[in-house]
């Protein structure tokens, strides 16, 4: 999901719905649509969360190396 702090000082102004614009004000957080919008329109930033980013990668799991014995 995105989230986004509107960053434009006299605020952003959309219709996310279609038929109804709304206006947001500076500083204020949106989600979804409206998110993805106004950071098309470069007015706002994306806010980081970090628990939808980190990842627990774990290393892969290693057999042990064959030996062959040489020739006698």
Do not use: N, Q, W
Request: net charge positive; hydrophobic share 35%.
């Amino acid at each position: 999901m995105d989230r986004a702090k509107i960053t434009a000082k006299d605020g952003y102004r959309c219709a996310p719905e279609g038929h109804t614009v709304v206006v947001f004000a500076f500083g204020e957080i949106v989600t979804g649509k409206v998110a993805k919008c106004a950071l098309v329109d470069k007015a706002a930033s994306r806010l980081f969360d970090p628990r939808e980013k980190t990842k627990v990668i774990t290393p892969p799991e290693t057999k042990k190396r064959k030996t062959t014995k040489g020739r006698k």
